[in-house]
């Protein structure tokens, strides 16, 4: 029992590092295998989610789950490290955006790691996870 307790310890403080320390910025975002700042809307036909009539952000969906899904997770509700639940937020697009970009607690200040509209894409792509 107190193995695996402590196995889960030592796993959630390598994401906290992993996460909380940032790395070096400009590496992380140039050597990312997918570029979500790559394609654009006029070149990408607009997707349907299949449970929604409403239009799919496959960019914000890319850049979230290259940033975010190590403590949000891919339905925004995992919570490592604190990480809000994003499914249940009632945050405005406003206070979303300061928050992704200047960081709050624990989470990570985005505004030199990504662009203000790769911001606004994940933005957007969260209302996705409600």
């Known amino acids: 029992m107190k193995r695996s307790h402590g196995f889960t310890v030592f ?6 590092l992993l ?18 700042a790559a394609s ?3 070149n ?12 799919s952000n496959r960019r914000g969906q890319l850049i979230y ?3 975010c899904v190590i403590c949000h997770g891919a339905d925004g509700k995992l919570g490592v490290s604190g990480a809000k639940d994003l499914s249940i937020s009632t945050l405005s697009k406003e206070e979303r955006i300061a928050q ?3 960081g709050k607690g624990l989470m990570t200040p985005y505004k030199e790691i990504l662009s203000a509209q790769q911001i606004e894409l ?3 792509y969260l209302e996705e996870l409600r």
């Open 122 to 124: 994940v933005v957007e």
């Open 100 to 102: 992704v970009t200047n």
């Open 40 to 42: 654009t809307s006029a």
């Open 11 to 16: 796993i959630s403080m390598m994401l906290f």
């Open 44 to 55: 990408t036909p607009a997707e349907t989610s299949s449970d929604e009539e409403r239009p």
């Open 65 to 67: 789950k290259q940033y």
């Open 19 to 36: 996460m909380a320390c940032g790395g070096d910025k400009k590496s992380a975002a140039e050597s990312s295998s997918v570029d979500p």
